[in-house]
């Protein structure tokens, strides 16, 4: 178990250093550090002094890789590559436009993002899995369609379309929970209401679907055949025989995403303005703060990445033929 | 003694109407084995499933009658249907593998059953599954009842599936295949069984094969199914005896077998129609060659001809009874057809040399995936093949044929050994000539041919690679003859397989590897995917061929009768070595090796000869680890100490028969063969 | 020539799709085996029907795809000056939405602005009232005559269309029962169409059907407009995805060892940084890209339109992941297959193989994931305009609405037409196209186990 561990951590690293250096490449190569200041500074009349200068606050006045004016190690060291982007392996993201701590900021605002994305994923899951499962005992028949149906066409509307209609409708219309905002503590209860019961409702149509095909997919699988020829009830063979099956393909896609959760959800935060790591990404990217981008998209790439081991582990869990082997 | 399950003209449609079990009526008595004996497609799982009432989306109907120990099958509401099934009817199915629940340990899936039907909980539930795992021969039960079904042999799996259908102490076992999945020496050891549990306990079975042989070793009464219909059904002695019905006939007169050697087999022209499809006059009209307008006109009734022998046949019908003498002599007369003697009764030059050929895989393991063992799928194989001869091939699944095969068209790389063609080492590069010289036909007609490609595309496939007959005029002429050899229309080029059964795919398949000429055909397993009949029009065919083009053939199989019929030489093959070779009259009529006998006597014959029983127990270990010594000293009954340590050398006791085993070793030890 | 015809980038793409889509249309109907699923799909009343209204989606994006710049009347030493503004076909076609704009919000079908303005009247006093619209209902004397002229033009219209539909319906029966369409359905849904067309026509002529946004652009020209950028990013991207992931997955599967690693590392690298944010990088990296380089681009429209297509390349560079790895498992199971192998005991080489043998057999996997993803690339634009990274502000686009309209919703009254045509619109292309794919997936799925039908 822990050498299986082991080597599924080493199989990530790779993975890691290539996300950092595609990142670096985006975001020093395809644009030079010439071109961010002056942007930053208004594209026009921009003084090649204030360029350096700008440059120099930011740290970007260094070689990309390799620092032939420095001695010994800083040679490396002392470049964009190892101050910015190596560096990001420590979890030291260095600091945003604003000169606030990229790592400050993340370790304040995930618990907000979390606040909402974790009892959106929890109950989401119950509740997709048991529409899915009652569309499944109910197969072939017009319920099932029915069912169907409304999922496609659930599926069919936009997300911001659930966010815009769900504010007007519960907000603005019937006054139940403010329209935005957030509070610490048990205050926080009206402001995450609504998004968690959006988010929800937001991917209940594509969910479902994907869970009745896998529900279907193992129901016509022959060893369910035998749970029937043994004199089960369907219910029985749906609950202990199938949905102990299709754990497997459901854990790959969704024990995945746990780790993600701590990044919030863009649209949800920033339309209901909480301070997590969803609106404070948008923050960024509409101030095109490209330290705040950079150290989100590392961040992102690793939680994924911790995602992926997790899932390797929930299989032991569900099943016995990787337990065992 | 009482019926247990009396059928009376079960039918059962899908909802597009397609009648799947048509008019189906028997009975089975206590003790006793009723088998539906039919080829793929007739419906006899189908009928199966529909006394279950577990067939998704068939309707039964209203009027047919099934009582099982006196209830009324179709009357009873969902919910007491379910205490029966598990309980008074249980059911084992063909594939164990996917017919157990991979997540679920062994235990857990028996002990369902246990509470359901006996109301057994805890610990108590938990020793009856212990016993019942011993009753079905599992060694080590009580370890067993905590494994899951990826952790058991194919054979374990279905005696488990076994034990699972004894929890609920069934008055009536219905079992779908039980034993088509497994290998010859398993099957003997699982249809024991079934004997065995029924011998104990009195119940009923209703078994569905397809394979003759697996008859004549379990039934008391056979009913004989074709497309959805019975249309013979009598005592096993007296079917066999005095097959009635044309298809009964021509189903025995194609079985291949050594009487057969130098004649062609009665094989049945055409294949199964897909259910449903005629409804009207007889269903084995087409396909008949007795058949005259009235079959195609009106569907015959069923006719008693004697007690308990009954026939679904417009011949009996007007006739009734006491011509049958003159039936038995019209069958025998069958075989003959074109009975030629075999052109080579002295083998040719040598056509193709293999010696000391291994094949390894490498198994990794481990953070850095270092080697840690091979696997020696084939370990030091010797062959020889003249130009116009059979070699057959035999041994279980796994044992490495298919990856020596493979390795011969240097389609995986060998370890070491030399490989002669035609006097022409191959190694590593193989010439245009050489390519062509040596083809393979597959196993399975539905994978070996592009589903998206027209038959004249994949016949020309060959041709193109290998240069053969440039100019599009030439190859079309060519691929016309190469239908016109295997049998098909020469239409047939402009069509996609899907268009064609099994049997027909199977020769476009022998087509497309002789368009390049080849002088040695490699043929796995050709026909274990095919119907018993269809099988005998495959096995016509590429004896005709070998005798129009002197071709030689590795034919791989675990089918003795074919090799009985095909064969010159047989070698047998076990974890990657070979352990008896020699003629196929020696090898099959004085076998040396236990394993060879064990094989013999493993496989159900329909003459029903009392033979010696040699039962294996355990399975087949794995390439990867396989025992010390003689790979074959865990299973065999004759060994010693020195065959636990060493592997025996291979002795020769005529010029043509070798075998490696201690206990034939005082031969002449200096004089080993390779 | 009184115009001049012009290609941008994305119109040069979409007849590249065009082509293709011609292409194979005309290779499928060669090949009987080829043509068997779509039969499938042609029998499905839901799928017609969706394919009915996904066509007339498509045809309005093909005329929206025609450019020209038109030429100006005064010339310059005999030689043609053509106006600046890039137009389309669709723009000419549709003229009066597009030049009759409004000040300011209007409600549909309204012939006022929202909201009382003071105007001076004819006497000089300054009042404040609702004022008329420049076009909106600039016929009527009365504004009361308003909802009777809206009822005699509506109905008219749809009487128009009825008739039109019926003469459609009544033309294409034989056609539709020769090929064993779904003709109930078909001509039902034709009708329907035929005289919500004639209606909404004959209204826009005198109306602002769904009202005019923020600077008094008609809020239907605008809905229609959309559909261009969405069928773009639908189908450009996929230019990109499809020859990414079908090369390198097959080849992954086909080839595996080391050429199976470098693959599969990419694509682990690639598809483990979260879309969202990858998107949103690269997408602001080519901002400051266009924005240092404002030389590169002749017209306003030209720079819009560069952007979406580095758009869609951003999108497809992103989303090929999936497709890839469903191809290279496929690949593995069908490289084990026996006709595999009888042609590699040909000597066929590696490249054939993968041409002839492989790819036909997994094309219905690309064609279902390239349905599929359709929709939710439509879907992703409007999300990724609203978070910023999307298409240029100046394109006209679903998301570029739903983000102007939004803010409006707090205003009392409410301005609610904006989103609610954007809603609409979306939901009938995206539904549309979700019913289709749904269809074709059906149709092909291999694992449905279909027994293959001889007609």
């Known amino acids: 178990m822990i050498a299986y561990l082991i080597r599924r951590i080493s199989y990530a690293l790779p993975i890691l250093v290539g996300v950092n250096l595609l990142t670096f490449a985006l975001f020093f190569v395809v644009n030079t550090p010439d071109d961010m200041a002056r942007m930053q500074l208004g594209i026009k009349r921009v003084s090649p002094e204030a360029i350096a200068r700008w440059e120099q606050q930011h740290g970007y006045d260094k070689p990309l890789f390799l620092n032939s004016a420095a001695a010994g190690i800083d040679k490396i060291t002392d470049t964009i590559f190892w101050q910015k982007s190596a560096s990001m392996f420590v979890l030291d993201f260095g600091y945003s436009d604003d000169g606030r701590d990229i790592s400050r900021e993340i370790a304040t605002r995930m618990w907000p993002s979390l606040s909402i994305a974790l009892p959106t994923f929890l109950i989401g899951l119950i509740v997709y899995v048991s529409f899915a499962l009652l569309m499944t005992l109910f197969r072939a028949t017009a319920l099932d369609m029915a069912g169907v149906s409304l999922c496609v066409f659930l599926m069919s509307v936009s997300g911001l379309f659930y966010i815009i209609g769900g504010q007007f409708l519960v907000s603005k219309l019937w006054h139940l929970v403010p329209i935005s905002g957030y509070a610490g503590g048990l205050d926080s209860f009206k402001f995450v209401v609504l998004p968690i019961l959006i988010g929800i409702a937001g991917s209940v149509g594509a969910s479902s679907r994907w869970y009745r095909t896998i529900f279907l997919e193992e129901i016509g699988k022959d060893y369910v055949r035998t749970a029937r020829a043994k004199g089960l009830s369907e219910l029985r063979v749906l609950f202990t025989h199938v949905l102990k099956n299709a754990m497997i393909p459901?854990?790959?896609?969704?024990?995945?995403?746990?780790?993600?959760?701590?990044?919030?959800?863009?649209?949800?935060?920033?339309?209901?303005?909480?301070?997590?790591?969803?609106?404070?990404?948008?923050?960024?990217?509409?101030?095109?703060?490209?330290?705040?981008?950079?150290?989100?998209?590392?961040?992102?790439?690793?939680?994924?990445?911790?995602?992926?081991?997790?899932?390797?582990?929930?299989?032991?869990?569900?099943?016995?033929?990787?337990?065992?082997? | 003694m009482a019926d247990i399950l009396s059928v009376?003209?079960?039918?059962?449609?899908?909802?597009?109407?397609?009648?799947?079990?048509?008019?189906?009526?028997?009975?089975?008595?206590?003790?006793?084995?009723?088998?539906?004996?039919?080829?793929?497609?007739?419906?006899?799982?189908?009928?199966?499933?529909?006394?279950?009432?577990?067939?998704?989306?068939?309707?039964?109907?209203?009027?047919?009658?099934?009582?099982?120990?006196?209830?009324?099958?179709?009357?009873?509401?969902?919910?007491?249907?379910?205490?029966?099934?598990?309980?008074?009817?249980?059911?084992?199915?063909?594939?164990?593998?996917?017919?157990?629940?991979?997540?679920?340990?062994?235990?857990?899936?028996?002990?369902?059953?246990?509470?359901?039907?006996?109301?057994?909980?805890?610990?108590?539930?938990?020793?009856?599954?212990?016993?019942?795992?011993?009753?079905?021969?599992?060694?080590?039960?009580?370890?067993?009842?905590?494994?899951?079904?990826?952790?058991?042999?194919?054979?374990?799996?279905?005696?488990?599936?076994?034990?699972?259908?004894?929890?609920?102490?069934?008055?009536?076992?219905?079992?779908d295949e039980p034993t088509t999945a497994l290998d010859v020496t398993i099957q003997a050891q699982v249809l024991q069984l079934l004997r065995d549990t029924q011998a104990e306990n009195g119940m009923a079975m209703l078994l569905i094969t397809h394979d003759l042989g697996v008859v004549a070793e379990m039934a008391h009464q056979v009913g004989v199914m074709y497309a959805g219909q019975i249309v013979e059904q009598a005592s096993r002695a007296r079917l066999f005896d005095q097959p009635l019905h044309p298809y009964t006939q021509k189903l025995f007169a194609a079985l291949p077998d050594a009487a057969h050697r130098n004649q062609s087999l009665a094989a049945i022209p055409g294949s199964v129609p897909p259910l449903g499809s005629v409804m009207q006059g007889c269903r084995f009209a087409a396909r008949c060659d007795r058949a005259w307008s009235l079959c195609r006109e009106k569907t015959p009734g069923w006719t008693e001809v004697h007690t308990g022998h009954g026939v679904r046949c417009h011949l009996y019908q007007m006739q009734g009874a006491g011509n049958t003498v003159q039936e038995k002599q019209v069958r025998l007369s069958v075989p003959d057809v074109d009975a030629k003697?075999?052109?080579?009764?002295?083998?040719?030059?040598?056509?193709?040399?293999?010696?000391?050929?291994?094949?390894?895989?490498?198994?990794?393991?481990?953070?850095?995936?270092?080697?840690?063992?091979?696997?020696?799928?084939?370990?030091?194989?010797?062959?020889?093949?003249?130009?116009?001869?059979?070699?057959a091939l035999v041994g279980e699944s796994g044992c490495g044929k298919t990856t020596l095969a493979?390795?011969?068209?240097?389609?995986?790389?060998?370890?070491?050994?030399?490989?002669?063609?035609?006097?022409q080492t191959l190694s590593?590069?193989?010439?245009?000539?050489?390519?062509?010289?040596?083809?393979?036909?597959?196993?399975?007609?539905?994978?070996?041919?592009?589903p998206k490609m027209r038959v004249a595309e994949i016949l020309e496939e060959g041709m193109t690679a290998l240069d053969i007959d440039s100019g599009s005029k030439a190859r079309q002429s060519h691929i016309d003859s190469l239908l016109d050899q295997v049998g098909l229309a020469r239409g047939a080029k402009w069509r996609y397989p899907h268009e064609f059964s099994g049997g027909q795919r199977q020769r476009i398949a022998i087509a497309r590897a002789l368009a390049v000429s080849p002088r040695l055909l490699i043929c796995d397993e050709p026909t274990s995917a095919l119907d018993v009949s269809v099988q005998a029009q495959i096995l016509n065919l590429l004896k005709s061929l070998q005798q129009k083009f002197e071709l030689g053939y590795?034919?791989?199989?675990?089918?003795?009768?074919?090799?009985?019929?095909?064969?010159?030489?047989?070698?047998?093959?076990?974890?990657?070595?070979?352990?008896?070779?020699?003629?196929?009259?020696?090898?099959?009529?004085?076998?040396?090796?236990p394993y060879t006998r064990a094989l013999l006597s493993a496989v159900p014959r329909i003459d029903g000869a009392n033979r010696d029983r040699i039962r294996l127990e355990g399975d087949l270990p794995s390439p990867a680890n396989p025992p010390q010594g003689c790979h074959f000293s865990p299973r065999c009954a004759h060994a010693t100490e020195q065959c636990r340590a060493h592997y025996p050398p291979l002795t020769r006791h005529s010029p043509t028969h070798s075998v490696s085993c201690y206990l034939h070793v005082e031969a002449r030890v200096d004089d080993r063969v390779f | 020539m009184s115009f001049m015809p012009v290609f941008l980038w994305s119109d040069k793409l979409i007849f590249l799709i065009l082509a293709v889509g011609i292409a194979c249309v005309w290779y499928v109907r060669q090949l009987e085996h080829l043509l068997v699923p779509w039969r499938r799909v042609a029998r499905n009343p839901t799928a017609m029907v969706s394919l009915l209204v996904l066509s007339l989606f498509v045809l309005v994006g093909l005329l929206d795809t025609l450019h020209y710049r038109a030429a100006l009347p005064d010339r310059n030493d005999g030689e043609t000056v053509y106006s600046p503004e890039v137009l389309s076909v669709f723009d000419k076609l549709v003229t009066p939405l597009r030049t009759q704009t409004e000040k300011t919000y209007s409600a549909p079908l309204a012939v006022t602005l929202y909201a009382k303005e003071s105007v001076i009247d004819a006497s000089g006093h300054v009042l404040r009232e609702y004022p008329r619209l420049r076009f909106g209902g600039a016929g009527l004397t009365d504004v009361r005559?308003?909802?009777?002229?809206?009822?005699?033009?509506?109905?008219?219209?749809?009487?128009?269309?009825?008739?039109a539909g019926l003469l459609i319906a009544l033309g294409s029966k034989r056609w539709l029962v020769k090929r064993k369409w779904p003709m109930r359905a078909l001509l039902a849904s034709t009708l329907v169409i035929s005289v919500l067309i004639g209606a909404t026509v004959n209204l826009a002529a005198a109306y602002h059907v769904l009202g005019t946004d923020k600077v008094g652009q008609d809020v239907l020209y605008l809905s229609l407009k959309s559909i261009r950028t969405g069928l773009i990013i639908g189908t450009v991207t996929t230019l990109v995805t499809l020859p990414l992931a079908l090369f390198l997955g097959v080849a992954a599967g086909y080839f595996r060892g080391w050429v199976d690693d470098v693959i599969q590392y990419i694509y682990t690298v690639l598809s483990s940084i979260p879309s969202v944010l990858l998107i949103a990088a690269a997408v602001l990296m080519m901002q400051v890209t266009i924005d240092m380089h404002p030389g590169w681009f002749t017209t306003l429209a030209s720079r819009a339109d560069l952007r979406l297509v580095f758009l869609c390349l951003i999108l497809g560079v992103t989303s090929w992941t999936g497709l890839c790895r469903l191809l290279r498992g496929e690949t593995l199971k069908l490289r084990e297959m026996e006709y595999i192998q009888a042609a590699q005991a040909f000597g066929v080489s590696p490249l054939r193989i993968l041409m002839r043998h492989i790819m036909p057999n997994v094309m219905h996997i690309v064609l279902i994931s390239l349905v599929m993803d359709f929709s939710g690339l439509v879907l992703a634009e409007a999300v990724l305009s609203y978070v910023g990274v999307g298409v240029d502000p100046s394109m006209i686009s679903f998301g570029t609405m739903i983000n102007a309209a939004r803010l409006e919703l707090g205003r009392e009254p409410m301005v609610w037409w904006s989103l609610a045509s954007a809603f609409g619109f979306m939901l009938a292309l995206v539904l549309a196209a979700n019913l289709f794919a749904d269809a074709v997936r059906d149709a092909f799925d291999p694992r449905l186990n279909r027994t293959w039908e001889a007609e």
């Open chain 3, 145 to 163: 005559q308003r909802d009777a002229d809206i009822f005699r033009r509506g109905l008219t219209g749809a009487l128009a269309g009825l008739a």
């Open chain 2, 8 to 175: 009376s003209g079960l039918v059962t449609q899908l909802h597009n109407g397609i009648r799947i079990v048509d008019d189906i009526s028997f009975n089975i008595r206590a003790g006793e084995t009723f088998v539906l004996l039919g080829e793929s497609g007739c419906g006899k799982s189908m009928t199966a499933l529909s006394l279950l009432r577990l067939l998704p989306d068939g309707v039964t109907h209203t009027d047919s009658v099934a009582q099982l120990d006196g209830i009324a099958l179709f009357g009873l509401r969902e919910r007491e249907m379910r205490d029966l099934r598990g309980g008074k009817m249980a059911m084992i199915f063909q594939e164990p593998g996917l017919s157990l629940n991979p997540v679920m340990t062994v235990g857990q899936q028996i002990t369902e059953v246990l509470s359901l039907h006996q109301g057994l909980r805890g610990k108590t539930a938990r020793n009856r599954c212990v016993e019942l795992l011993n009753q079905v021969g599992i060694p080590d039960p009580a370890r067993r009842v905590a494994e899951y079904p990826f952790q058991l042999s194919g054979g374990m799996k279905q005696r488990v599936m076994v034990a699972m259908a004894l929890a609920g102490r069934p008055k009536l076992l219905i079992a």
């Open chain 2, 341 to 391: 003697p075999e052109l080579h009764p002295e083998p040719g030059p040598s056509l193709l040399q293999v010696s000391d050929l291994r094949v390894h895989f490498p198994i990794r393991k481990g953070l850095l995936q270092r080697v840690v063992g091979q696997v020696k799928a084939v370990d030091g194989v010797t062959l020889d093949i003249p130009q116009g001869r059979t070699l």
């Open chain 2, 406 to 423: 493979k390795a011969l068209l240097q389609l995986v790389p060998a370890l070491s050994g030399r490989v002669q063609l035609a006097g």
């Open chain 2, 554 to 593: 590795l034919f791989i199989t675990h089918n003795l009768a074919v090799v009985e019929y095909l064969a010159h030489e047989v070698c047998v093959m076990y974890l990657g070595r070979i352990v008896e070779r020699g003629t196929a009259a020696e090898v099959l009529r004085s076998p040396m090796h």
């Open chain 1, 250 to 325: 459901i854990l790959t896609g969704v024990v995945v995403v746990i780790p993600l959760l701590f990044m919030g959800s863009l649209l949800t935060e920033s339309f209901f303005g909480i301070p997590g790591l969803g609106s404070y990404t948008i923050d960024a990217i509409n101030a095109q703060d490209f330290s705040v981008v950079r150290a989100m998209v590392f961040l992102g790439s690793l939680l994924y990445i911790v995602g992926l081991i997790l899932t390797d582990i929930s299989y032991t869990m569900v099943d016995p033929r990787v337990r065992l082997s």
């Open chain 2, 428 to 450: 590593g590069y193989v010439s245009r000539e050489q390519r062509a010289a040596m083809q393979m036909v597959f196993q399975d007609p539905y994978a070996s041919l592009n």
